[in-house]
């Protein structure tokens, strides 16, 4: 049986891994997100699905990078809103469907798409609807490793895995056979108010790591686990975060003090997306595929966000906490 965190707060249940009935508000979301690098950091990927019924419309993000390799991506912020019960979406330009084959345990992710090719990743910023365009598959399979991860607070989880299956660029064809997280949440979420930072990876050893940080100016108990290698996934107190970032606002490193893990998360290729709010504010999102040096010397790579909405540079971005790392 799969190991479950639990805080005390709130049952995750199996059904919590279908979708929601909507709350009221206009920002009500449901997102769903998948992740993948493989073992050497040579290519990685993600998938995101958010789902506003009360927007009448549903957010899909596609993207495939690599050091050295111009960001191959999926943006499309008016997606139809699958049919109900369903995560699939279907447009004139991409198909994609998501199968949960067991609660908290076996999902597969297809996708076939035509996708643009931004040499500069920073583009995704603005129009590129006239950048060049290449065909992007997904056939790709999570699978649960030590257990899920329940937010405290929030009804959301995360689940580290593994992750197997092939990806097509153009005419490239890579095997995959690495490792990832994915993760669901719903509720209503206001992306041009709250800037964070989110991270998750797996080190040389095996040993598998996820933590975030909300930049309110205060310290609370941030989600932040481990999962040694071959054991069950455990919880991590006092994680608090710091970034630095270029002239570009893009981050050139963040400092993670996670317990008894602390590291440095230097980002290694971009996958950003922008989004604009219904009263017409925008919000930049840069994602990163990135490298985690640990101070004890272990190496490894995943997936780091920094959200930026209007007033991101006002809001810290600097330790929330005591000293983690010891």
């Not at 990832?180 to 206001?190: F, T």
């Not at 040694?228 to 994680?239: A, K, L, S, T, V």
């Not at 608090?240 to 270029?246: L, N």
């Not at 490193?253 to 008894?260: E, G």
């Amino acid at each position: 049986m799969v190991k479950i965190v639990e805080h005390g707060t709130w049952e995750l249940k199996r059904e919590d891994e279908d979708r929601h009935p909507a709350g009221p508000e206009l920002l009500w979301n449901e997102s769903y997100y998948f992740d993948f690098v493989a073992a050497d950091g040579s290519i990685a990927g993600y998938v995101r699905l958010g789902l506003y019924p009360n927007w009448d419309r549903a957010w899909y993000w596609a993207c495939v990078v690599g050091p050295d390799r111009p960001l191959v991506l999926v943006a499309d912020n008016e997606a139809p809103m699958p049919a109900a019960g369903s995560t699939d979406v279907r447009t004139g330009s991409y198909e994609a469907t998501q199968k949960v084959s067991e609660p908290f345990g076996p999902t597969r992710v297809t996708l076939d798409a035509t996708a643009s090719v931004l040499p500069d990743a920073t583009a995704a910023y603005g129009d590129f609807s006239g950048a060049e365009t290449t065909r992007l598959v997904f056939d790709l399979e999570w699978h649960t490793v030590g257990g899920v991860y329940p937010y405290k607070d929030l009804p959301r989880y995360e689940i580290p895995c593994t992750v197997t299956g092939t990806v097509k660029v153009g005419s490239e064809t890579f095997t995959i056979a690495g490792h990832g997280e994915r993760d669901h949440s719903w509720g209503e979420r206001d992306w041009w108010n709250v800037s964070w930072l989110w991270s998750s990876g797996r080190l040389g050893d095996g040993t598998a790591f996820h933590c975030m940080q909300a930049n309110i100016g205060f310290p609370i108990p941030w989600p932040s686990f481990t999962v040694p290698p071959g054991e069950e996934i455990e919880h991590r107190d006092g994680f608090s975060a710091e970034t630095v970032f270029d002239a570009r606002d893009l981050p050139e490193l963040s400092r993670l003090r996670l317990r008894d893990l602390p590291m440095t998360a230097t980002p290694v290729a971009f996958a950003p997306v922008a989004v604009t709010s219904p009263d017409g504010l925008e919000a930049h999102f840069p994602r990163a595929l990135c490298r985690f040096d640990a101070e004890d010397g272990r190496t490894g790579y995943g997936w780091t966000e920094w959200h930026q909405p209007p007033a991101w540079r006002d809001h810290g971005w600097s330790f929330l906490a005591e000293d983690g790392g010891a």
